[in-house]
């Protein structure tokens, strides 16, 4: 059975400072990672997939499968990065895949 | 493009009532999800939908919980009857395709409150 954890509820930053979001994971296959967020009063949405190697919104994240981890790093916080953010698994079964969600953590960035 | 619609937006029953939640998906999307999202957790997975054929549903309750897309487009998620612990957040999902290399969309969800 695969599981994501995100060990911390919140975290609270000032602007300009780093930011690191903690995602573990446990999947004996291989696994697929992605960051969702949600804003205040918007709907849940992707931020970023590990496959795409991307930097959205200043925000990556490294699949490191040594750790099995998937952190979410921003170097400079802004006011607007403030959501609520889950960290999310895809476990393949077939041809079908299904997400599994954490808990989500809360980022508060303080002006 | 239009996005994932879902009503009604809040809902309050009393336990042992029923109730049923709409979702009509992005346009062209053949996928739909529903999930459940319980106060301080994420999203939980309760079926999954490909055109009308059901795909995945494990984690469906199934002994109160009930969902259909009878024409493979829009769909409903009833719950009868409902306990206390079935308030929670419930939201839809539509993807192009069931593979996970396309994106899901989210409605906005519903909100249920059992008293």
């Known amino acids: 059975a695969q599981r994501v954890t995100q060990p911390e509820k919140l975290l609270s930053v000032f602007k300009g400072a780093p930011v690191e979001l903690k995602c573990n994971y446990s999947y004996s296959g291989s696994p697929e990672l992605f960051w969702y967020v949600q804003y205040s009063r918007q709907r849940l949405q992707l931020l970023l997939r590990?496959?795409s190697r991307e930097s959205i919104k200043g925000f990556t994240a490294d699949l490191n499968k040594g750790e099995t981890s998937f952190h979410l790093k921003k170097p400079f916080a802004q006011e607007e990065d403030s959501a609520m953010y889950y960290c999310?698994?895809?476990?393949?079964?077939?041809?079908?895949?299904?997400?599994?969600f954490g808990k989500g953590i809360t980022l508060s960035v303080r002006p | 493009e239009a996005g994932v619609a879902q009503s009604p937006r809040y809902k309050i029953i009393e336990k042992r009532q029923s109730v049923a939640f709409w979702c009509n998906p992005i346009s062209g999307h053949a996928t739909l999800y529903w999930y459940q999202q319980i106060l301080g957790q994420g999203p939980k997975l309760l079926i999954q939908f490909q055109n009308n054929g059901v795909v995945d549903d494990s984690q469906l309750p199934k002994d109160r919980f009930s969902a259909e897309r009878l024409k493979g487009v829009d769909s409903t998620l009833k719950i009868q009857p409902a306990k206390l612990e079935d308030s929670a957040v419930y939201l839809c999902?539509?993807?192009?395709?069931?593979?996970?290399?396309?994106?899901?969309?989210f409605g906005p969800g519903t909100r249920l409150t059992v008293t």
């Open positions: 999902a539509s993807s192009f395709e069931r593979h996970l290399s396309y994106e899901q969309y």
């Open positions: 999310a698994l895809s476990a393949r079964s077939g041809a079908n895949s299904k997400l599994t």
């Open positions: 590990h496959i």
